[in-house]
Structure formats: structure tokens, C-alpha cells
């Protein structure tokens, strides 16, 4: 049967970003219709950590983004239900350096935080046990960070979508923006029919570059992937994101060479949760042994108890990057009617909320309350678009689901050795 809906506000795309775009244009009183060719986090968002940090952002737009994000995250945490259906936990963020230099540098960049409005308070190093005991002896101190928290992504987006009361349609493929003769959206056709709109959000993750080109535009999002390794589940062993000053480097890197550096974070349902790892090979998903020996070993350095706990399995996503670093936000001049919501790399999770809000306020007709000047859609040249489609393999995104996972168990001692 042929489906043809209406509605004020289409938005493509069912994981956090898009959750959160539903859910604040609701509450503005638009009509809205969320459709995807999978699950509600079907993808990005079913295989991050659910991080909502401000600790690995320099001043600047996203850092702004960071704080709004994370002071609408405490609010619909504390609306009756809402904050324990998806595990939302205030329990902040601690960045160790394991050198004087090292630390030095990190003391630097948490000055520039503050001054920006960050809470960061330094951590000298005879102090680091009574935030987290079980940490490795010998670091030279830390940055604490009280404003980071977690939540369970998938859980999250589920009842950000619910929330909101949009009509959410599932298991449907976007395959045009619908168009009026002058270039206006009028809607998009999906493989069941058509939704008419006078506005579709892009909220389409590491493939918003396909969704725009439906609408003739170019926006170089590109996938960078990333594993992450599970344990079994363990008492309350780490207590906050603990990870290495390295980290925020990584996180800035242009380079599609694989980097890792530890990350390791506890969960309110006992399993811990360790990465990152970042590479550019388009949307390769194969299980890489390096890669996550790698990523145990590190692991083991900030944490030596891991070596003795059971690795149960690892899961592969691709974050949605982009050249400059900073996400498509608001609208697209080049096509009116046309929003974007996406390339928020590895911090869409925790930027959900602001970029939905904001995008809500422009919808509603009001000025956002963070100028969108730098998060501009149409702030790329041709060479960047062009390049998003440079040396990325041929896939069948049916067969892209990074939610699926590969399974393997193991000591820590195994992975942690070197490759061979």
C-alpha cells in the first residue's frame, strides 16, 4: 500500500540527533513525521558510549554547543520518568596526563575551558585515588571534570522519540526530496510512498552527505570508525570517563590513519566500557584484532585490575566527520526548506539536544540562541565535497548496520599483547 502523509516537519533520521530534533519540535507545536530505513538507533547511536562531555572541547562553537547541550540533558533528565528510563548519570569526567609535560599542556587547555565557562578542577597527583582507587600508580595528575555525564543511547533516543509524539516511521528509505518547480522542499519520497512537508531536517548521521545530494547539495560527511570494547558486567569499579590527555588530539586529528588512545568508563548496568580508536576506511566494518589489543592495552595502563577481567565483546560504529570539525546545523540556503542536523563525529550524542533545540527555534521562525554562523551548511568548497567521495569503497547500506556486533571473548592479558 502506497503511504501519503502530511505534516509540518520531516525528520531523517531516527538516532539521537534526530530524537532530539523531533522531540523539541514537537514541543514547539509542529506536526512531525521521523522516518528511517532501520531501527530508532539503528546506527551511530546504537554503538556509542553515550558521552555527554565538555572535557575534550576547546573554547569555541562546539564547546557552546557542549554547555547548552548539557544544561537541556539535566532538564529532561529531571522531568518525572524521563532521566532514569535512559540511565542518565551526572557522574562528570576525569582526564589524566601521564607526564609533567603532559600535564602542563593539559593544565592549559582546561584554563582556556574555564574561561569559557567550563568546570575543571585539577587533580594533583597523590589526590587521583580518591576519585578513582583502582587507577595505575605513578600519573602525574588529571583535570575533573563535573559537568560530563552519560546516558544509554539507545535508550535515550527511544524515548526522546516517544516523548515527543511524532509519527515515526521505520524500516522506509528516503529515495528523493520532493521539490517544487522554484527548488523549494516540498517533502521526500520513500520506497512506501510520500510524506509532504514544507521542511525536511537532515538528521541522516555518517550518510547526511547522500541525503543531501537527494537534494541536489553537496555536504562532505564522512565515516570514521571506531570500536569499542565491552567487559562482563563488575561492581562500580571506575566511577567517572576516565581517559588520557592524548585523547583530545585524537579527537582534533585530520589524519584517516588509525589512532587510539584510553578511554575507559563504567555503566550503571556494571559492564565497562573502553576505546577509542578513529580511522578513515569508509564503511568497512571488519573486526580488527589490533585494533582492539590495542585499545585493551591502554585500558590496562590507566586500570591494571582489567587484565583480569573477562572482555565479552567488541562493537564497531562509524562516526559522521566532518572537514572543520564542527557539525551542519540549521538551515540550508541553497534549498529552502532544507535543514541539516548532522557530521557531529564522535559527539552527536552529546550535542542531541542543543542542535535539536536550535534547530526547533529556526523552524518555529525564532533567532537560535547559539548564532549558527559556524555551523553554516553551505560553508564548504567544492574540493571538500568532492573529496568526501574520494577512496571510500562501494557498500550495500543495507548491509550497514553498526549496531550488529562481533562476538568474542577473552582475557584482557590476551588482547593486550602486541600484535604480531
Known amino acids: 500500500m502506497t503511504e501519503r502523509l502530511t505534516c509540518d516537519v520531516v525528520v531523517v533520521g531516527a538516532g539521537m540527533v534526530g530524537a532530539a530534533c523531533a522531540l523539541y519540535a514537537a514541543r514547539a507545536g509542529l506536526d512531525v513525521v521521523v522516518v528511517d530505513r532501520g531501527p530508532v538507533a539503528g546506527g551511530t ?49 576525569l582526564v589524566v596526563a601521564s607526564t609533567p609535560d603532559g600535564l602542563t599542556a593539559l593544565e592549559g587547555f582546561a584554563a582556556g575551558q574555564r ?57 522506509r528509505t ?29 538528521a541522516a548521521g ?19 570508525r571506531g570500536f569499542v570494547l565491552v567487559t562482563e558486567p563488575l561492581p562500580r569499579l571506575v566511577r567517572h570517563k576516565v581517559y588520557a590527555a592524548d585523547y583530545v588530539a585524537d579527537v582534533a586529528s585530520d589524519s584517516a590513519a588509525l589512532q587510539t588512545s584510553p578511554v575507559v568508563e563504567g555503566t550503571a548496568a556494571g559492564p565497562v566500557l573502553i576505546g577509542a580508536s578513529r580511522e578513515r576506511v569508509g564503511f568497512d566494518r571488519s573486526f580488527s ?9 591502554g585500558a590496562t595502563r590507566l586500570f591494571p585490575f582489567l587484565e583480569r577481567v573477562r572482555a565479552m565483546r567488541t562493537y564497531v560504529g562509524f562516526r559522521p ?44 521562525g525564532k533567532a537560535p540562541e547559539l548564532g549558527l554562523g559556524p555551523f553554516r551548511p ?28 562481533d562476538e568474542f571473548g577473552g582475557e584482557f592479558e590476551d588482547f593486550g599483547r602486541e600484535s604480531e
Open 45 to 93: 547511536t546504537g554503538a556509542g558510549e553515550g558521552n555527554l562531555l565538555v572535557s575534550d572541547k576547546k573554547p569555541g562553537p562546539e564547546l557552546e554547543l557542549a554547555l547548552l547541550s548539557g544544561r537541556l540533558w539535566a532538564e529532561l533528565a529531571a522531568e518525572p520518568g524521563l532521566g532514569a528510563a535512559f540511565e542518565y548519570e551526572a557522574k562528570g569526567g
Open 115 to 171: 574561561a569559557a565557562g567550563v568546570e575543571a578542577i585539577t587533580v594533583e597527583a597523590h589526590r587521583l585515588p580518591a576519585l578513582e582507587p583502582h587507577l595505575a600508580p605513578g600519573l602525574a595528575g588529571g583535570v575533573y571534570y563535573p559537568q560530563d555525564a552519560q546516558v544509554m543511547p539507545t535508550l535515550a533516543a527511544a524515548h526522546l522519540v516517544r516523548a515527543s509524539g511524532a509519527r515515526l516511521l521505520t524500516g
Open 174 to 202: 528516503v529515495t528523493e526530496v520532493l521539490r517544487t518547480a522554484d527548488g523549494t522542499v516540498r517533502g521526500v519520497r520513500t520506497d512506501r510512498g510520500e510524506i509532504h512537508a514544507p521542511a525536511v531536517v537532515n
Open 206 to 224: 555518517t550518510w547526511g552527505g547522500e541525503l543531501a545530494a537527494l537534494a541536489g547539495v553537496g555536504l562532505p560527511v564522512l565515516p570514521r
Open 289 to 297: 584484532l589490533p585494533v582492539v589489543r590495542a585499545l585493551a592495552a
Open 321 to 364: 566527520y566532518m572537514p572543520d570539525h564542527l557539525p551542519a546545523i540549521g538551515p540550508d540556503p541553497r534549498v529552502p526548506g532544507l535543514f541539516h542536523a548532522c557530521g557531529h563525529e564522535g559527539a552527536g550524542i552529546g550535542l542531541a539536544t542543543g542542535t535539536g533545540y536550535l534547530i526547533a527555534q529556526v523552524l518555529g
Open 378 to 405: 553551505d560553508r564548504f568548497d567544492k574540493s571538500d565535497v568532492d573529496a568526501s567521495h574520494i577512496d571510500e569503497p562501494d557498500v550495500d547500506e543495507s548491509d550497514v548496520d553498526e549496531s550488529d556486533v
